[in-house]
């Protein structure tokens, strides 16, 4: 693939800090993407921060801003579909029906469907998103990028080892799934599942880590994927990347990604990194 790939990413946007399109416009840029950034809500900041102000997008403007890219004939140019935390059920519908069009007009573009509804054992997305992403989105998805808590929703059973990840994993019979926050001791792991194959990456835990982790790394893997690259390959560069954004930023409020953009690119080994693969039990799903 020659030239920029263009990426539709669908999800939250901030006005301050790095989470949703904030930060996935950002790292697919350097990327070598053109980023074309549809908002699900518009928030001053993280809805963590004291005083946020902003509500979700109305379902009718989402669906006229993806209506228009049809129209103008965007689908047909487009290499993949990033979608992200939404601000209601109405618009994983929507989601759904531009992925068809664009699966439709572009044969091969991948869609990502980074699940963005819950963590630390608690749904925080608007009633009824968690059970229209796992109707309507799932089936679509040629990688899904959930958290533990996620995954253990989508897969209904717990997730709280390596094991159980990867066989949570593997039950969502999706071509690629990445896990991210796997436990593993005193460590993190990312894990991949892809091509009958499946890897864990993981460092160290990192204290007080700002917002925005998963946006970053789904955009990161997602970007490498479209590319051509290799799972383990994308896998081992993204989560190196997030674990070096990460540790500079350990109890900022947000990430310093513009500062460590470099790393985006050339990202360093941190201390205590692995990477192994697991045996695994399925094969591949294509």
């Known amino acids: 693939m020659t030239g920029p790939r ?27 993407c053109e980023a074309w950034c549809v908002p699900t809500v518009l928030l001053s900041s993280h809805a ?52 068809g069009k664009a699966k439709a007009a572009r044969p091969g573009l991948l869609y990502c469907l980074d699940p963005a509804f819950g963590d630390d054992g608690r749904v925080y997305a608007r009633p009824g998103v968690a059970e229209a992403m ?5 089936p679509l998805a040629d990688i899904i990028t959930p958290n533990v808590f996620e995954l253990s929703v989508l897969a209904n059973r717990p997730v709280a080892s390596i094991e159980a990840a990867l066989d949570a994993a593997e039950a969502l019979n999706r071509p690629i799934v990445v896990v991210t926050s796997v436990p593993d001791g005193d460590r ?10 499946a890897w ?28 051509g690259t290799p ?26 990604l513009i500062a460590e953009q470099q790393a985006l690119l050339s990202p360093p080994t ?14 591949a799903v294509g």
């Not at 263009?6 to 697919?28: D, K, M, P, T």
């Not at 993981?202 to 955009?219: F, Q, R, T």
């Not at 560069?237 to 500079?248: D, M, N």
């Not at 941190?270 to 094969?283: F, H, I, M």
């Open 231 to 256: 799972a383990v390959t994308a896998l081992d560069l993204a989560t190196r990347t997030t674990y070096h954004v990460l540790s500079v930023s350990a109890g900022a409020p947000e990430m310093n």
């Open 134 to 138: 796992a109707e309507k989105l799932l």
């Open 48 to 99: 963590a921060h004291k005083g946020v102000a902003g509500e979700p997008i109305s379902a009718a403007l989402v669906g006229k801003l993806l209506g228009a890219l049809e129209v103008q004939g965007h689908l047909a140019e487009c290499d993949g579909v990033l979608s992200g935390y939404l601000g209601s059920a109405e618009q994983a519908e929507l989601v759904a029906a531009t992925v």
């Open 270 to 283: 941190p201390a205590g990194y692995r990477l192994v693969r697991l045996e695994t039990r399925r094969r």
């Open 200 to 227: 864990l990456a993981s460092a160290p835990s990192v204290e007080n880590p700002p917002h925005g982790v998963g946006d970053l790394i789904a955009s990161l893997l997602f970007a490498r994927l479209v590319a």
């Open 6 to 32: 263009n990426i539709l990413s669908i999800q939250s946007e901030v006005v301050v800090g790095h989470v949703g399109n904030s930060a996935a416009r950002f790292a697919l840029q350097v990327l070598g």
């Open 188 to 197: 993190l792991g990312t894990l991949i599942v892809a091509g009958g194959e």
